[in-house]
């Protein structure tokens, strides 16, 4: 699984239903790479993508029942990766560090680079 994979099947099993035109702007992507990320989902068996009853052309997104599994054990990988990476940062350290990297992917960031 690509990492823009993990991100998509977090975000879809956080908000069943999403549409992939939402999927692409809360990620930040393109919708292109919201179809190549869900043609990857849907070959692992991990979401589909099922018709919005509103719009013929669009689909909302959904996790099956393995991407929800799949998506918590990758949730608590990276939350253990995360508490041993940052173990030895002092409270305000890792409040600075959080703050930094927030600002490094925050969208205003991006445009200026």
């Known amino acids: 699984m690509k990492l823009l994979d993990y991100y998509a099947l977090v975000e879809i099993s956080n908000r069943p ?5 939402e999927l692409a702007s809360k990620l ?7 179809v190549k ?4 989902l849907e070959a692992l ?5 099922m018709p919005d009853p509103r719009s013929r052309r669009a689909y909302n997104l959904v996790p099956t029942e393995s991407g929800i599994a799949c998506a918590l054990i990758y949730k608590n ?19 600075s560090l959080t703050n930094l990297l927030s600002k490094i992917n925050s969208p205003s960031h991006k445009q200026q680079h």
């Open 28 to 34: 930040d992507i393109d919708k292109t790479s919201v």
């Open 77 to 95: 990988m990276f939350l253990n990766a995360q508490s041993i990476i940052t173990e030895n940062l002092l409270p305000e350290e890792l409040n």
């Open 17 to 21: 239903g999403i549409s992939q035109s």
């Open 37 to 40: 990320a869900m043609d990857n």
């Open 45 to 49: 068996e991990f979401a589909k993508r």
